[in-house]
């Protein structure tokens, strides 16, 4: 059974900085592409970015370009978003997800079947 576990989720100020963790079990990750998503309220959830271990490939969403990195270590089956320069805007609720399909680097829900439960981000002004 796939299990992801998200945490490191809070309340910053603008500017401020989080780490979000992601620890996966169940599945294959060292083979397997993985990203991060976010939903605020009354907005669809959109990518922020991706991970393909193999080649160590990354996509970004635009909106978090240069501010955010994806990282993840093997040895712990262990994922990160490190979120720099936090926004007002970032905002929402980040999930973790996992696929060993194609596609992933498209940041497109739908191409992730498995997802963890959620951690809140909060950016106050």
């Known amino acids: 059974q796939v299990q992801l576990v998200e945490s490191g989720g809070g309340s910053v100020q603008a500017g401020g900085s989080l780490r979000l963790s992601c620890v996966a079990s169940g599945y294959d990750y060292s083979t397997s592409c993985m990203g991060w998503f976010r939903q605020a309220p009354g907005k669809e959830r959109e990518g922020v970015a991706a991970?393909?271990?193999?080649?160590?490939?990354?996509a970004y969403a635009g909106s978090v370009k240069g501010r955010f990195t994806i990282s993840q270590d093997n040895a712990k089956n262990t994922l990160y978003l490190q979120m720099n320069s936090l926004k007002p805007e970032d905002t929402a609720m980040y999930y973790c997800?996992?696929?060993?399909?194609?596609?992933?680097?498209?940041?497109?829900?739908?191409?992730?079947?498995?997802w963890g439960q959620g951690t809140q981000v909060t950016v106050s002004s």
């Open positions: 991970f393909y271990p193999r080649g160590g490939g990354t």
């Open positions: 997800a996992a696929t060993s399909g194609s596609g992933c680097m498209t940041l497109v829900p739908t191409r992730f079947p498995y």
